[in-house]
């Protein structure tokens, strides 16, 4: 895991997205990953363990703040923030045509509903996707689809890899082995941790929030999924 703090961007209107950069001696413009938060309203920092531990193995992680309780349930923030990654990408040592969509909880069925609607422009189309402890069986709110219904009436048009707790107790792990079911070129990992644990981080119910941990068991879980960012990404 890299440990430097991220550097805070605007990406719209004010509106700010962490940059985890690689390692300083990664070789070549870098793999991209924009990885977006669940429901929690500007919880970028919920995700900073994991994007750091992905940062650390060469990637450049984004990683936004945005609201699901605005009256579009997001959408506006979501689709800028994915314009301004491919558009920045380069500015800060990635490479644009080699970016990953990402998301937990929530920020999963839209990343991939984003990745894999046919409407997407392909100037935004990411190369891979990754649905983290997610449910994609209702309407998305970047495409107004619900993933689940289109992947089982077509094929993907980009690779996906799903990751999810075998401990979950917010989404069962039932709504991924739905989707893995309706791919079956889908990669999917079954982690034995629950639903923070996947993201390197415990539940704090007097913070009613993600927290960094030090338990081993649980960064452990969130290196593994790490990893399955940067095999989406083409590291392996």
Known sequence: MTSAQPEAIPYADGRLMDVHHPPADTAGPAPV???????????????????????GLGLLVFVPDWRSDRTDGGRAELLASLAHA???????????????????????????????????????????????????ARPAVTTGDAPLD???????????WLVHGTEDGVLDIEHTRQLSAAVPTAEFLAL????????????????????????????????RTAAVLAEAAGLS
């Open 33 to 55: 990953v924009l990885l977006w938060h669940g429901r929690g309203p500007d919880e970028r920092d919920v995700l900073r363990p994991l994007a750091q531990e992905a940062a």
């Open 86 to 136: 491919r558009r920045s990408a380069a500015a800060y040592g990635g490479d644009p045509d080699r970016l990953v969509l990402a998301g937990w909880s929530l920020g999963g069925r839209e990343a991939i509903a984003v990745a894999t609607h046919p409407d997407t422009p392909a100037e935004l189309r990411p190369v891979a996707a990754v649905g983290i402890s997610s449910s994609y």
């Open 150 to 160: 289109l992947l089982t009436e077509q094929p993907s048009p980009v690779p996906l």
């Open 192 to 223: 034995a941790t629950d639903h923070a644990g996947v993201v390197m981080t415990v539940y704090d119910a007097e913070a009613d929030r993600c927290l960094p941990t030090t338990a081993e068991a649980v960064l452990r879980a969130g290196r």
